[in-house]
Structures are given as structure tokens and as C-alpha cells.
């Protein structure tokens, strides 16, 4: 991933747009930019080969398209060594119903995104966690609303 320090005031606004509205075409953003069409998108596929955008995905609301319970989990391996993690890791990728995952400083270790159709679905894939991996603590909250939704993030001018 690049330095943010390399991203100069034209990439930063390019940014902001597409986090906004990425569906945007490349004449649009090119116009909103203020830049030819060729030199928008060579910098837009730039941005993208460099790992700043990760991607273009639609924000769907969990709760009207029915994908179950919504978790929020905390997770706290036995011990703090490098295969530990990295056997938890790999666990965690290879779990469909784990949709994020982040690796976290304090007493816990990671905060984990989950979707369960029912709590028995979760019960059953936090003992397959805790056999494989060595969990210590688990703690896991249910979402219940979301009164503010990842907008994206903010993008400061340098």
C-alpha cells in the first residue's frame, strides 16, 4: 500500500468523490476533477493498483435484505505469538459467515464482523473458532440498529 504522503490534492479529490458515489463514470469524475478523461482514469487505475481504493462495492442495510443476526465480536487469543495469529487468521478467512476483521490493540485482539442466520449457527461456528485457534475470551454483541452507517473516510486535503 502507498504512503498517503505520495497522494497529492487531485488524488485526494478523486478519492473523496468515488468513496461518495462509485458508480460515478470516468467522464463525470474526470469533469468534477478538472482533468482530461485519460488523465483521470490513468490516475484512478493508479489508485487502484497501488491498494488506496480496495474496491467498488454497493452499502446494502443488513436488515432489509434478511442476511440474519448481525454480530459484533471480540476476540482474545491464548497467547500473543506470530503462528497464533496467524493461525486465527487464516481461520477467519476461510469463514463465510466472518465478513470483517480487524486486528486491534488492548486486551482484546481482534474485532470481528459476523453473520448467523440464529445464534445456534454462531454457537456452533464460536466452538469451531475456539477448538482451532485457542481463543481465551470471546465476547460478542448483537446489532440491533444502526443509527449511523459507514459513510466512508474522511479524506483530508494536504
Not at 495469529?85 to 485482539?109: C, K, L, M, W, Y
Not at 454462531?122 to 473458532?129: D, G, I, Q
Request: charged share 30%; proline share 3%; glycine share 6%.
Amino acid at each position: 500500500m502507498a504512503n498517503n504522503a505520495t497522494l497529492d490534492r487531485i488524488d485526494r479529490r478523486i478519492l473523496r468523490v468515488l468513496q461518495a458515489q462509485g458508480r460515478v463514470s470516468n467522464a463525470a469524475l474526470a469533469v468534477r476533477i478538472g482533468l482530461s478523461e485519460s488523465a483521470c482514469l490513468a490516475r484512478v487505475r493508479r489508485l487502484e493498483r497501488t491498494g488506496e481504493i480496495q474496491g467498488y462495492h454497493a452499502r446494502l442495510d443488513p436488515f432489509r435484505v434478511e442476511v440474519g443476526l448481525v454480530l459484533l465480536v471480540e476476540v482474545s487469543l491464548g497467547g500473543r505469538h506470530r503462528e497464533e495469529r496467524q493461525r486465527f487468521e487464516e481461520a477467519i478467512r476461510n469463514t463465510p459467515q466472518i465478513v470483517e476483521a480487524s486486528h486491534v490493540s488492548g486486551d482484546t485482539d481482534y474485532v470481528l464482523k459476523v453473520v448467523v442466520r440464529a445464534m445456534s449457527e454462531w454457537s456452533a461456528l464460536k466452538e469451531r473458532l475456539s477448538q482451532e485457534s485457542g481463543l481465551s475470551r470471546i465476547t460478542t454483541h448483537v446489532v440491533m440498529d444502526k443509527p449511523k452507517v459507514f459513510q466512508g473516510y474522511p479524506i483530508a486535503d494536504r
